[in-house]
Each structure stands twice: as C-alpha cells, then as structure tokens.
C-alpha cells in the first residue's frame, strides 16, 4: 500500500483547504468593512446616500467575491476529488471476501444484539428490537442492566443511597472478591455529609459504617478520621484528595466492573470487543484472500488459517501459544516444549524434525543451535 502517496496527497487536501478558508476570511473581511464604511458614511449625511450606494457597489465588484472564491474552492474540490479516488484505488470497501459463507442461528444473533442494546442501557430501542424480531424477552438480564444504569445515574447526581444499598446487600460476595468497593462508597458519603457542614453527622456516620472495615483498612480511616479537624476548610488541608471530583468517576466504572462480575457478565461489551477484533484482523483476511484468488472452495473448508491474525494485548484473553513452524495452537495431546537453546516448539513439530528419533539431534529452525528431543522440557502456561 502506498502510504506515502496517500499522505501527500492528503496534505495537498490540507493545504488547499487552509488556503480556501483564509481567502474567504480575507474576502469576507474586505466586504465587511467597505459595507462598515458605507454606513458611516450614510449616518455623517455628508455625501447623498444614493453616490455612496453607488461607489459601495463600484467597490464591490472591484472585489469580486464570488470570483475570488470560487477560484480557491475549485482547487479545493479538484484535489479532493483526486484524494478521494486515490483512496478508492488503494482501499478495498469489499470486504464479503473476507468471510465464509456460514449458516449463523438467526435466534442467537438477535439474543445477542438485543443483550448488548441493555448492556448499554439502550432499553427502549432493545425492547423495540425484542417485538420487532418475535424473540423472547431478555428479562434477567434488562433487569440487572436496568438496576446497574440507575445507581450510575443517581450517582451522577451525587445520589449514593442505591450504590450502597446494592453493596450492603452484597457485602460478603464483593469481600470474597477481594473488593473494597463498598468502602469507598461510605467514604464518598461521609465525606458528602463533612463537606455540607456537619461535623457532628459525619462522625456518626463514621461509626455506624467504617468499623467493618478497620482491621484492613485502618490507615484510610485514619485520614478520614483527621478530616473531622479541617471541617470548613477541607480545601486547604492535607486530605483534599479527598474532594477531587475524579473519585466519582473512577467509583462508577468500578461499581460497574464489580456489578457486572456479580451477575457473571463481561465488564466490556463483548459485541463491541468482537467487531473491534474483527477490524484490527480485517486488512490481514483480505490480503489472505487475494493471495488465494482462484482457491475459494479451499477457503470455504479451511479449519484454521493458515497465517497468524495478530491482535492487540486488550483482545487476548487468556494464555495461548501457537507453534511458529506448523501454526497449530497448543493443547494436551500437543504441547508447548522448550529446547535447549531457549526456542519454544510444539511437540508434534519437534517430533517431525527429528524424524520421530529421540537420540538424533536436529537443528533449531530459528538458530544454529542442534537439539536432541532428549533435552526438549514441557512448559505450562
């Protein structure tokens, strides 16, 4: 792909456009002020009105406005035009070659759209979609979401009664999971109650609610504990850390994280991580497919790719290695084994190259290195 021509031409795009805008800006700036002058002129009573129209439009057609911009926007849209052909010409929009042709459960895509719109807290539109394709409703989990979308929302308005409620109501799961959310949540509220004003209130509620919490995290404590001093003037203090605004914004994406592991669903949408991985994996299928033009019926029945799709660390999910020689993924009856000289191959590919010969060594195909199937070690991942 020519990258280069496509950014030259790109900036030739930019700079036609800087120079189209600000010879309209100049131009716009000339007529602005012969109209200025003609008014004051107008307003002095001076001269008749009907001699300053007169040299106003003599003026104007000595600018000639419309000349002067249309020269500028037609070598705009000449190098646009140009631009977009050139994209065209390099960027491939078929992208149904692709893919195979797969029989997919018509059910199962439309479940799966439908979670995603509540997930996203799109429920008007996801129970207009549930009538509209005459599939059952997802009632479990428009609850959940529905639940989860309206704590969010009470605590954009600084609203933490729903938040704590739910983290009350499931304490011991959320302490198993070795999260202090629930915490945080009080210290928000205590610090919501110390900011209006009431000192007294404040320090009742520290009682009531921070003691569960004291034995592991009693340093945290401590620091609210001192703010009780600083009543008034907690923005000149040693704790206002505690007021920064971003407290509120990090405490909902973690309630949201920690919601969504209770009720046994992904924190990121999997549909949106799934089109995003499809994206990123896009130009390498394409460029696949054009080096098999003529091989369509192998493509159709092809178990695995027979190229690595490489995909950014946020889409790899959990430990996996593929062997670099035969590109098979590895698994019980084929496991990873480290050589001797540090490479790492599949079992099956280190029985090929040495030819099914334990005691016959072999070369390394990544270094000069001869091996023996003898010194060859299992990894586990």
């Not at 003599?58 to 994209?87: C, V």
């Not at 010409?89 to 893919?99: A, H, L, M, R, T």
């Not at 996203?120 to 059952?136: A, P, Q, V, Y």
Request: charged share 25%; with cysteine; hydrophobic share 35%.
């Amino acid at each position: 792909m020519e990258l280069n021509s496509i950014k030259d031409a790109f900036d030739r795009v930019t700079k036609k456009q800087k120079l189209s805008t600000s010879k309209s800006q100049e131009t716009i700036q000339q007529i602005t002020q012969e109209i200025n002058h003609a008014i004051s002129q107008i307003q002095s009573t001076t001269p008749s009105t009907k001699s300053i129209l007169n040299e106003l439009q003599s003026k104007l057609k000595q600018i000639s406005p419309l000349t002067q911009l249309e020269s500028t926007q037609k070598d705009l849209n000449i190098a646009f035009s140009k631009y977009t052909k050139l994209l065209e010409k390099q960027f491939n929009p078929d992208i149904s070659k692709s893919y195979r042709h797969v029989d997919f459960d018509l059910h199962t895509v439309n479940q799966i759209i439908a979670a995603h719109l509540y997930r996203e807290g799109l429920f008007e539109i996801g129970d207009c979609f549930i009538t509209e394709s005459n599939e059952k409703t997802l009632t479990d989990r428009k609850t959940h979401f529905l639940e989860m979308y309206k704590i969010l929302d009470a605590m954009k308005t600084r609203d933490l009664v729903p938040a704590l409620c739910w983290a009350t109501n499931n304490h011991e799961t959320l302490l198993k999971n070795g999260s202090d959310i629930e915490l945080k949540l009080h210290r928000l509220q205590f610090m919501e109650i110390l900011q209006s004003g009431r000192r007294d209130a404040a320090l009742k509620y520290a009682r009531s609610h921070f003691a569960p919490f004291a034995e592991r995290h009693l340093p945290e404590i401590q620091k609210l504990m001192a703010c009780l001093l600083w009543a008034g003037k907690l923005e000149s203090s040693p704790y206002s850390e505690f007021l920064s605004p971003s407290h509120w914004a990090k405490l909902g994406d973690e309630l949201a994280l920690q919601y969504c592991n209770l009720i046994g669903e992904s924190h990121h949408c999997p549909l949106s991580a799934t089109v995003a991985a499809g994206v990123q994996g896009l130009p390498t299928l394409l460029k696949l497919m054009n080096v098999m033009t003529g091989k369509k019926q192998e493509w159709q029945t092809m178990k695995q790719l027979p190229v690595p799709v490489d995909l950014d660390q946020e889409f790899q999910f959990h430990s996996i290695f593929v062997c670099p020689v035969s590109r098979d993924q590895a698994g019980e009856d084929n496991p990873p084994m480290l050589m001797s000289c540090g490479h790492v191959l599949c079992r099956q590919s280190i029985t090929k190259l040495s030819k099914n010969n334990s005691t016959r060594p072999f070369k390394c195909p990544y270094c000069p290195t001869e091996v023996e199937v003898g010194q060859c070690r299992q990894l586990y991942f």
